[in-house]
């Protein structure tokens, strides 16, 4: 095991750097049984993240072998004059919310293994570490025990506590919650260096602050995740709609339907009806050998389309007529347009591992490390066609360089303990705008695409559009304020309860950090 000291590179390191590097030492020699890098190669790394918006040059990055070593980072920022502390999952953040300017970095892919599944009241789950991605979750859960958990993201290359500092939402969401409301428990290191056990009934408030938190109470250390049978196989189905009205109310109707009367997976998006590789019509058919007919679109569509995106689980041994049968019943009634439906049968690992392959393809032309200015908002179903009218079929017409997703959630499957903050109504709408830029753009592309996220934000605060922004990135405390509303005195007692010196996650630019005197 590798014994990593900081006072060595606390006293080389440029001054000029906001930090205390003796009041550190003399809080305490830190000894971990990680590592620690102050290599310009390591920190360069973690002062980046995906969006490639923004750049932060931490002090070090520390990559801790467990809870234990993450508690003492933590202290040990607490004790100095004013350090902060940043958690790294896999970096797939969009603007810098894991970096820290000066401060101390922790790369949580480097915590040790723990997985294990285990029993209880009749229910399973699996035990994993904070800094496990999805993806390995996935398959470990499925390959030894058949089991899988019921709530996920779209893309698995994802950190269980980065996902669950914010929310982790996709296709199964309506049925189960996000993935903050299919957590029975977890451990957390508190902004005081406090490690401890929490759930609904134990330490609740720490547990429900740090769920949706946003890194701002605690960082996970390892959660319970609760799991179910693994289906085998799944049929993922495409339906095109040439009205936004129609494909509104029939994805509206399914999400409401009770379970086994719906379909497993629902989502939606928005695409440019144009022959564009990127945007347009040619990204709906789910194989190569299937193409997008346009005679079959009515004369009356507009510049853009709506995809409704399903899915049916089942096993092996089912017989394929069966399956056949129930996804006809499940289509019954819709009113997407005939001819245009798009379907093919594949693995449940490979369903979910979908993303997987996309990432390959953009990694390989270069496109995957370019900026990517998304923008990931909440909207009510009250203004949903709104949103659709102002900006889907007027600034977004020719789509975003990438995927327009709009799909609609049920409220009450979130937990309102949770530090999440929704728009108003039972049904809201995930809306996510995930742009990509091709490789090496001029700064002007990137500056044009981020202020048009800013129009969009414009827009609806002129139209008085009910939303909240998703994965939230804001500047001021007005801002953040006017983010949680009425929850915000709630969200600041809980930050004086669990990091009363705002040493945690500084990137997220909510509160400041409290210089300590000595």
């Avoid at 004013?82 to 480097?110: C, E, F, K, P, Y």
């Avoid at 109470?217 to 959660?223: L, P, Q, V």
């Avoid at 009367?261 to 564009?276: A, C, L, M, R, T």
């Amino acid at each position: 095991m590798m014994i990593a000291y900081l006072e060595p590179f606390l006293q080389d390191t440029d001054s000029r750097r906001p930090h205390d590097g003796s009041a550190l030492c003399e809080a305490l020699q830190l000894q971990l049984q990680g590592g620690v890098s102050t290599d310009s190669r390591d920190t360069g790394l973690a002062g980046k993240d995906f969006g490639g918006l923004h750049s932060l040059t931490p002090l070090a990055l520390v990559t801790p072998a467990g809870a234990d070593d993450v508690a003492k980072v933590v202290k040990s920022a607490v004790q100095s004059s004013n350090l902060t502390v940043a958690a790294r999952g896999n970096g797939h953040s969009i603007n810098g919310q894991a970096m820290t300017d000066g401060g101390l970095v922790l790369d949580m892919r480097a915590m040790e293994d723990n997985f294990r599944v285990v029993t209880i009241n009749g229910f399973s789950y699996a035990d994993v570490s904070g800094g496990a991605l999805w993806e390995d979750v996935l398959k470990r859960c499925v390959s030894s025990y058949g089991l899988a958990p019921r709530s996920w993201t779209d893309y698995l290359s994802l950190t269980v506590g980065g996902t669950l500092s914010n929310a982790g939402v996709s296709g199964q969401a309506f049925r189960y919650g996000p993935q903050i409301s299919n957590v029975a428990e977890l451990e957390v290191v508190t902004g005081k260096g406090d490690t401890l056990i929490c759930s609904e009934n134990e330490n609740s408030e720490l547990f429900f602050s740090v769920l949706g938190g946003l890194g701002q109470f605690g960082i996970i250390t390892r959660a319970r995740v609760l799991l179910q049978p693994a289906p085998e196989m799944v049929r993922w189905i495409r339906l095109v709609y040439d009205e936004f009205e129609r494909f509104a109310h029939d994805a509206e109707s399914l999400i409401r339907r009770p379970e086994g009367d719906s379909f497993d997976y629902v989502e939606g998006f928005v695409f440019s009806n144009n022959d564009d590789p990127l945007t347009g019509r040619p990204t709906v058919p789910l194989d190569s050998n299937t193409v997008f007919d346009s005679s079959y679109l009515p004369e009356t569509a507009g510049s853009v389309l709506y995809c409704l995106e399903v899915a049916v689980h089942y096993r092996n041994n089912d017989q394929v007529s069966t399956v056949d049968t129930d996804v006809e019943r499940l289509l019954s009634g819709l009113g997407y347009v005939k001819g245009l439906r798009f379907e093919v049968d594949l693995s449940y690992i490979q369903f979910l591992s979908r993303v997987k392959r996309a990432e390959e393809e953009a990694v390989a032309n270069g496109v995957w490390d370019a900026p990517h200015p998304w923008l990931n908002l909440f909207v009510s179903k009250s203004d949903i066609a709104d949103f659709d009218r102002v900006v889907f079929k007027t600034l977004l017409k020719n789509g975003v360089g990438g995927p327009m997703l709009v799909y609609p959630l049920l409220r009450s499957k979130w937990d309102s303990r949770t530090s999440v903050v929704l728009p108003e109504g039972e049904v809201l709408y995930l809306v996510a705008l995930l742009r990509f830029t091709p490789p090496n753009p001029k700064p002007a592309l990137v500056n044009k695409l981020v202020e048009q996220n800013r129009e969009i934000i414009n827009i609806c605060n002129a139209n008085c559009i009910d939303f909240k922004l998703y994965l939230p990135h804001y500047h001021s405390e007005k801002e953040w304020k006017l983010h949680f509303g009425n929850q915000w005195s709630r969200f600041v007692e809980r930050k004086a309860w669990f990091d009363p010196m705002a040493v945690l996650a500084p990137g997220q630019k909510i509160f400041t950090r409290i210089s300590r005197k000595h």
